[in-house]
């Protein structure tokens, strides 16, 4: 009888967690929303395009492009610290952009802009996966970034962790394809910033 009553206690203990995180997540996006609408009135940034790139129970991050002003720039919000940033540059101070998976360079900004004068994605995950020379299979993929250089002497480099230990097969892959699909898409606009800037 003992055990059923502790059974029942720690169930209900999981289930009173989930619905608080639950609960916490969703006021994390809205006032997210509420701070990221007013620094976008502040800086006379209008969304064309949005990705994002971090979504957690108290934070939001978002990869943002205002094509109209030829601007992009990351967006942040952290529901514990109350604390938002966001770093925006004009399409002409990019400099390079690379794709890490491991620590390993899987493609190269430069390298991409330059073979193409106009770049057509019809599947960015297949020039993604043929730029990888690396023929070693790996079941855990230990960090996915992409790293942008930009023309400002005091932050030079935006790092853009997209995943942290995760299993790239398996049941528990979706975590990495979703991850992959994010970094795919940040690259092909990269690149078409690249291209238009």
Not at 102 to 114: E, F, V, W
Not at 154 to 164: E, R
Request: hydrophobic share 40%; proline share 1%.
């Amino acid at each position: 009888m003992e055990f059923f009553i502790v059974l029942i206690l720690v169930v209900w203990g999981i289930y009173a967690i989930c619905a608080g995180a639950e609960k916490d997540h969703k006021k994390t996006l809205e006032q997210s929303a509420e701070v990221f609408q007013k620094i976008y009135v502040d800086n006379q940034f209008n969304v064309s395009k949005e990705i994002e790139i971090e979504n957690t129970t108290y934070r939001m991050k978002k990869f943002v492009v205002d094509d109209k002003s030829k601007k992009f720039g990351v967006i942040s919000y952290d529901a514990l610290e109350k604390t938002s940033g966001f770093a925006c540059y004009e399409y002409d101070k990019l400099i390079d952009f690379n794709l890490y998976e491991d620590g390993k360079q899987q493609i190269s900004g430069n390298g991409l802009a330059t073979a193409s004068g106009a770049l057509m994605f019809g599947s960015t995950g297949a020039i993604i996966g043929a730029a990888s020379s690396d023929r070693e299979i790996k079941t855990k993929c230990m960090e996915l970034s992409v790293k942008i250089q930009v023309n400002d002497l005091q932050n030079p480099l935006i790092t853009i962790v997209l995943l942290k230990d995760c299993e790239k097969s398996g049941r528990l892959s979706s975590e990495y394809q979703k991850g992959r699909k994010i970094a795919d898409e940040l690259v092909a606009i990269l690149s078409y910033i690249a291209v238009n800037k």
